[in-house]
């Protein structure tokens, strides 16, 4: 096991390294720059800029520089927060991203599992119909749409929550995010879990643990689910990775000063270094996750063996 957790944290430095580099080139290839504003700067002003932030050098240079301060922990100063480093701002928001993620994860593994379990048992009924049912709208409406609803209702209209705002960070502040992040999640993993579970009932070893008389809970809990799990374990990796580094359009409509928001006011702005930061930063969650998924598989299944 150590031997596989090893070589697969070998095997990510040349994925962040390609990563790292494709996104620099395409960031600096993409038509305008940082300081182009509406109203141009004089040219000695523009100058001083790009000395500042060494723009003036080479590409080659560029690129260069930025991979080896990378290498510490550096990704440079912001261009458009002028007085913080990326790394800074990161720093600062990433605790509200992940506090969210963290909660709309288990709101999404938690009642997408139920919810798939319960439509995989009753299969073909009304329940089961009715789970699909509220699982296709919550693939198809997207968040952008489901958290002013939910504003609307439970905010506006019942005044039992608050509209927006991180607050104290109590369940109340964050009942609405956490439900419009968490639910086209939940619907993912309800439809996974049903299909899985319809097809491991069927199997050779479920229906001969009926065939011995096992309680039914014993049945559906430990032989069937554990293989089950699989398909919705894959998804795990690419859910936690997009849920713990925040949702633009959630922290935007609740006004959560989290990292999502960050990636896209750079691309806007071609904040070269702001961009380049979220990017790592997602690429380290996905390539994290990937690996615990690994992991998890050789739990679910006992043929799978890492050596």
Known sequence: MTRFVFGRLLSAVPTLFVVVTISFFLM???????FNLER???PATMANLMATYQLDQPLVVQYWTYLTNALTGDFGPSFIYRDYSVAELILQA????????????GFAVIGGTVAGVVAAL?????????????????ITVPNFVVGPVLTLVFAI???????????????????LPVIALGLPQLAVFARLTRGSMIEAMRTDHVRTAKAYGLPWRSVVVTHA????????????APCCAALLTGSTVVETLFTIPGVGRYFVEGALNRDYTLVMGTVVLISVFII?????????YAFLDPRIRHD
């Open 225 to 236: 689910m554990r293989g089950a799990m699989l398909p919705a374990v894959t998804y795990l």
């Open 157 to 175: 209209i019942l005044s039992l929550v608050p509209a927006g705002g991180w607050g104290d960070g109590s369940f109340r502040n964050l009942v």
């Open 40 to 42: 141009p700067l004089p």
């Open 288 to 296: 994290g996750f990937n690996l615990l998924v690994d992991l998890l």
């Open 28 to 34: 600096r290839m993409a038509p305008g720059g940082p």
């Open 122 to 138: 009753r299969q073909n009924g009304w329940v089961d119909y009715l789970v699909m049912g509220v699982a296709t709208v919550g």
């Open 94 to 105: 990433l605790p509200y991203s992940v506090t969210l993620g963290l909660w709309a994860l």
